[in-house]
């Protein structure tokens, strides 16, 4: 791919701007355990040790903590389906994601019926809250009034409880035409910068596709090369999911065709049944371990291979520290 120039955005990042959408979702919960300190330093009074190295931390619903606990998965579910049906975080240590623009749709739908169905959870726990925890307290013996000190009320649980599915928004590719009253060389520098950082992000998430490809069809070949196999529905689920976000990937931002092939071979070769069961004839069984073994090689190679776009290295800003803020000014 050749390298873009001073007067427009990268291919690669126009490319994945036009295919591409950035999604989040903000999730809040309630785990229900709780630190009691009297209780931790009496533990450490009696153990001889000083009482910062000692924690106490229990369940406050005792034997109904299992209730709660189905609540919380269903909360936390809609963060790890979200990283499931995204291509790839968008950039690390934030809780944005790459999703596919055509399929956002669908992303949203799915986004969506799981946030019904945790709340849904949440509004038939929160009835029962004040008696499991009525029966609960006692449990706690002695410490059950420091349990008791900081818990929430059955209004306050129900808020700590949330979803917020943010509105997607574009890829923040620029494109210099849109700032014309900025000197052509100042803007150029602009906008070549800000679009090496925005590729390098993109690459951040090709190589994030890859590795959760790779880890998906290893765990298939794991299955199959073992006598006993355990294979497992989600083999097949999970699989397909990060195929289909390899190939994504490929196709929304850099056309490495390399991928593409690979996930052709995933789907042709590996993800051809329609059931687990359908693994276990020696025949197909045999050609399913031989494709994704090479896929697991090709993919290791393909991780390896220098970027297709031609990305520059990161660098410390030339505009300011190069002297040219007059044109600026």
Request: neutral net charge; aromatic residues 6%.
């Amino acid at each position: 791919m050749k390298k873009g120039n001073a007067t427009s955005v990268s291919a690669a990042v126009k490319q994945a701007a036009a295919n591409f959408m950035i999604i989040s979702v903000t999730v809040g919960l309630w785990r229900g355990w709780q630190e009691l300190p009297q209780a931790a330093a009496k533990a450490a009074a009696e153990a001889g040790v000083t009482h910062d190295k000692t924690q106490t931390k229990v369940p406050v619903l005792g034997e109904f903590h299992h209730k709660l606990s189905d609540v919380v998965s269903k909360f936390a579910r809609e963060r790890n389906l979200l990283d499931e049906l995204a291509v790839g975080k968008f950039q690390k240590g934030t809780p944005q994601r790459l999703i596919y623009v055509n399929k956002t749709p669908d992303i949203l739908a799915k986004l969506i019926e799981q946030k019904n169905v945790a709340y849904a959870a949440r509004d038939a726990f929160i009835p029962q809250y004040e008696e499991f925890l009525k029966q609960a307290l006692p449990s706690h013996g002695k410490w059950r009034s420091e349990v008791a000190a900081k818990l929430p009320s059955a209004d306050e649980l129900a808020a700590k409880f949330y979803i917020e599915i943010h509105d997607p928004k574009p890829v923040p590719a620029m494109d210099m035409a849109a700032y014309g009253c900025v000197p052509t060389s100042t803007m150029g520098q602009i906008v070549e910068a800000s679009n090496a950082a925005l590729a390098r992000t993109l690459e951040d998430a090709k190589m994030e596709a890859i590795d959760r490809a790779t880890k998906t069809v290893q765990k298939i070949a794991d299955q199959l090369s073992k006598d006993q196999a355990r294979l497992s529905p989600s083999l097949l689920t999970n699989a397909r999911q990060a195929t289909d976000n390899l190939r994504d990937m490929a196709i929304g931002y850099d056309n490495d065709m390399k991928l593409t092939a690979i996930a052709d071979m995933i789907d042709n070769d590996i993800l051809n049944v329609s059931d687990v069961a359908q693994w276990k004839g020696l025949g197909k069984r045999a050609i399913a371990l031989d494709a994704a073994k090479k896929t697991v090689s090709n993919l290791s190679v393909a991780k390896k291979a220098p970027p297709i776009a031609d990305i520059p290295a990161a660098t410390e800003s030339s505009i300011i520290a190069g002297g040219m803020l007059n044109e600026l000014l």
